[in-house]
């Protein structure tokens, strides 16, 4: 089965402008979360949502936002990119809780800010 | 911020060799997974090991873990090129849905 989709694969962006990411989980994964991954912080929580809704949420300011959709799609954005953005952005899916059955990720969206 | 942290943060081993990696994390733990990053990819599962298990194999992979230290390691027997990759521990909190990444090894095999 397909695994999970993440577009664009790279994207560079200018300061102040917005980006929207989009994942497509595998088929039948309720959950979906999002990762930030940099050199210097490594792998960090954004947000999780399941059936539509946000169970789970970071510690990242309000520009990062996101959603998802009645077919389990999830979108993330960010508003006014400041070029501390540039990294990794990691969709990751899961049947259910992702504590109890891990985690199929993604290959991610590099995003630039310049 | 990071539940566990990876040790060593880099190895460099022979092809053939095994290569060990540790993990030790600060809170009780539901269960600790390890992933595995090739460069610039996504995460891949790998293994699951839960709070009441002390060891855990799957193929070339060994898991261990010792709740009254917080810690797990990662055994990868007979490694191969292909085994060169970043490799994560991942926590899972008692009631808390999302998992909290370590910071990573960096193994290196030499064909």
């Known amino acids: 089965k397909a695994g999970v989709t993440q577009t664009p694969r790279y994207l560079i962006k200018t300061r102040g402008q917005q980006v929207t990411l989009s994942c497509s989980p595998i088929?039948?994964?309720?959950?979906v979360s999002w990762y930030q991954q940099t050199p210097g912080q490594g792998l960090q929580f954004l947000f999780e949502?399941?059936?539509?809704?946000?169970?789970n949420k970071g510690n990242f300011p309000g520009r990062f936002s996101g959603r998802q959709f009645s077919n389990s799609r999830s979108e993330m954005n960010v508003s006014t990119l400041e070029l501390g953005d540039s990294a990794l952005y990691l969709c990751?899916?899961?049947?259910?809780?992702?504590?109890?059955?891990?985690?199929?990720f993604g290959s991610g969206t590099r995003l630039t800010v310049v | 911020s990071q539940q566990g942290e990876e040790d060593p943060q880099a190895l460099s081993i022979q092809e053939g060799e095994n290569a060990t990696m540790n993990c030790s994390y600060k809170?009780?733990?539901?269960?600790l997974q390890w992933y595995r990053q090739n460069s610039g990819r996504g995460l891949v599962h790998l293994i699951l090991?839960?709070?009441?298990?002390r060891e855990k194999h799957s193929g070339r992979l060994r898991v261990t873990l010792d709740t009254s230290k917080k810690s797990s390691s990662l055994l990868i027997t007979a490694s191969r090129a292909a085994d060169t990759a970043s490799y994560f521990c991942?926590?899972?909190?008692?009631?808390?849905?999302?998992?909290?990444f370590g910071t990573g090894t960096r193994l290196t095999i030499i064909p």
């Open positions: 090991i839960r709070s009441n298990e």
């Open positions: 949502y399941f059936s539509e809704t946000q169970r």
């Open positions: 991942a926590t899972a909190n008692f009631g808390n849905e999302k998992l909290t």
């Open positions: 088929s039948g994964h309720r959950s």
């Open positions: 990751a899916s899961s049947p259910g809780t992702p504590a109890n059955y891990g985690y199929t």
């Open positions: 809170t009780s733990i539901n269960n």
